[in-house]
């Protein structure tokens, strides 16, 4: 499973939607601008492959909730918008959310989704990581390619480290 996995509904890259605003929000970040435009090439191939809108420098609204991008250099993504990111956050995922990382033990780029009853495309074949952030009557819900459930996750908050996401292709917080 690729990205493609995620509906090909057109994106709005961000030299439409802000590029100024983004290029600046990057160099206050502290990047340069050859790893500014390697960001906003990162952004632009998920906008192909999601729909979502550019909201940020490395942030995608996505209907059921948003993705947030690493920084190059960078091992853990993190809100530019949010002045202490990361801050009192389970690693780095909100409360109320399920959160969906590209990478193992909470690292690369991460999906947060907080909008019950949607199946959320996850368009990696990585082994991942989630953490279920919400309170314990709520359970994640990982579906395969066809839409049927297949697995359920403890209530929150719960999480797992090592996840193989090569079998979902769905997330749904509850």
Known sequence: MTLAAFAAAPGTAGAATGGDAFAAQARSAGLTGAQAKSLQNRVDGYLAKTGGTQVGANKIALPGGELLLTLPGEKRARDLD???AGAGLLA???YTYVCAYKYENFT?????FFDCNTLNPIGWSTTGSWINNQKS?????????AKVLRWTSPGGPSSDAHADWSWVYYLSPC
């Open 137 to 145: 009557t709520l359970y994640a819900k990982f579906y395969d390619k």
């Open 82 to 84: 949010t002045k202490d």
């Open 108 to 112: 690369g780029d991460q999906m947060n």
């Open 92 to 94: 780095g995922c909100p």
